[in-house]
């Protein structure tokens, strides 16, 4: 498996927004497949495409489905999602602010206000419909990683950003 490289702010390609895929051959499933590898390499939760200076609407996550796993950290129970061409197609009234960092803006987070929970629509790997229904940590991860395939950072909507200083701060990468 070969790891790819994540491109840093300012390389252009974070700023375009990404071509939807139409095309679901064995070269889009092993750039999947290296997406996942270098996410977890990296390491991070989600990634999309344009991390990899690939303009294309695909973006991978790997967290926990539901909180109550998050609480008890179980490795088991976390999930790897593939998403090509997604779209929130609904959100809820409540947002709440949180700490994020990106895999493509290293030694920065901020504090970016997102909505509680979000629906989903894309396509599977293999080009099937699916729907996602992502609510807390997720549904951020999910936010943060769809804001890169229109060709916005976390930085563009935070409210502050500065050097982490914890660790805590430092984990969890999207």
């Not at 990106?102 to 987070?109: A, R």
């Not at 599977?124 to 950072?153: C, T, Y």
Request: charged content about 30%; glycine content about 6%.
């Amino acid at each position: 498996m070969t790891l790819r490289t994540i491109v840093m702010l300012p390389d252009p390609v974070l700023r375009r927004k990404a071509r939807p895929v139409t095309r679901f051959d064995k070269s889009l499933q092993a750039l999947i497949d290296e997406m996942i590898e270098t996410m977890r390499e990296a390491p991070g939760v989600g990634l999309a495409a344009p991390q990899v200076g690939i303009s294309d609407r695909l973006i991978v996550v790997e967290y926990y489905e539901n909180e109550k796993a998050e609480e008890a950290e179980d490795e088991m129970k976390k999930k790897v999602w593939v998403v090509l061409n997604p779209e929130i197609v609904k959100t809820s009234e409540e947002k709440v602010m949180g700490v994020e960092g990106c895999l493509s803006v290293p030694n920065l987070v901020g504090e970016v206000e997102r909505h509680v929970a979000v629906q989903i629509k894309g396509l599977n790997r293999h080009g099937q419909p699916m729907r996602i229904k992502a609510q807390g940590w997720l549904s951020r991860i999910f936010q943060h990683e769809i804001d890169h395939l229109n060709g916005v950072v976390f930085t563009d909507l935070a409210t502050r950003v500065w050097l982490p200083q914890t660790e805590e701060e430092k984990q969890d990468k999207v």
